[in-house]
T-cell receptor
Framework: GAVVSQHPSWVICKSGTSVKIECRSL??????MFWYRQFPKQSLMLMAT?????????EQGVEKDKFLINHASLTLSTLTVTSAHPEDSSFYIC???????????FGSGTRLTVV | AQSVAQPEDQVNVAEGNPLTVKCTYS??????LFWYVQYPNRGLQFLLK??????LVKGSYGFEAEFNKSQTSFHLKKPSALVSVSALYFC???????????FGKGTRLSVIA
């Protein structure tokens, strides 16, 4: 079955530093990947859609300069939280899409804590 | 705009009893409907989906869901609840099947032994 690997699972960083989160589709090529953010006890909010080889499409209210998304290959998308602040602390989840099967496969998520 | 409603924040059910987690949607056309489960600090696991065909869809771990077009509902069901399925459940919709999923707010299911 389709597997998406997301790393790291959790990270603690200091305010002002940057953190990179990787999302890899292990056994399929994902032309499109989605990045979500989830606050405690809340639903998943779409942050951006990334397509291989092109710029990501960000949802309204998401700062593209703070949340840098790169989709350099058909199997890897990265989300970099730049100049992180405590309010960026959250659970970030990626999802890779491929036509057919179940369509959307989710990574295991990354718990980011900014101190 | 498309939306998904899960009217219950929490559903409690005794082990062995049937369970239902409700979901209604508002999407134009014929949407793709999904159910996912999330365990603490984990990603989402696919349970089942509806695209077309039989209104009763069977999925993983003995779950099933019934699509009702007239009521725009897609309720998740399980004939006999197990403690191990206690988790957070999300209903989601994709208008075209390849666009970002829109999620409901989630329903926390608690199965009590």
């Amino acid at each position: 079955g389709a597997v998406v690997s997301q790393h790291p699972s959790w990270v603690i960083c200091k305010s002002g530093t940057s953190v990179k989160i990787e999302c890899r589709s292990l056994d399929f090529q994902a032309t499109t990947m989605f990045w979500y953010r989830q606050f405690p006890k809340q639903s998943l909010m779409l942050m951006a859609t990334s397509n291989e080889g092109s710029k990501a499409t960000y949802e309204q209210g998401v700062e593209k300069d703070k949340f840098l998304i790169n989709h350099a290959s058909l199997t890897l998308s990265t989300l970099t939280v730049t100049s992180a602040h405590p309010e960026d602390s959250s659970f970030y989840i990626c999802s890779a899409f491929r036509t057919g099967a179940n369509g959307y496969t989710f990574g295991s998520g990354t718990r980011l804590t900014v101190v | 705009a498309q939306s998904v409603a899960q009217p219950e924040d929490q559903v409690n059910v005794a082990e062995g009893n049937p369970l239902t987690v409700k979901c209604t949607y508002s999407v134009s056309g014929n949407p793709y409907l999904f159910w996912y489960v999330q365990y603490p600090n984990r990603g989402l696991q696919f349970l089942l989906k509806y695209i077309t065909g039989d209104n009763l869809v069977k999925g993983s771990y003995g779950f099933e869901a019934e699509f009702n077009k007239s009521q725009t509902s897609f309720h998740l069901k399980k004939p006999s609840a197990l403690v191990s399925v206690s988790a957070l459940y999300f209903c989601a919709v994709s208008p075209l099947g390849n666009t970002p999923l829109v999620f409901g707010k989630g329903t926390r299911l608690s199965v009590i032994a």
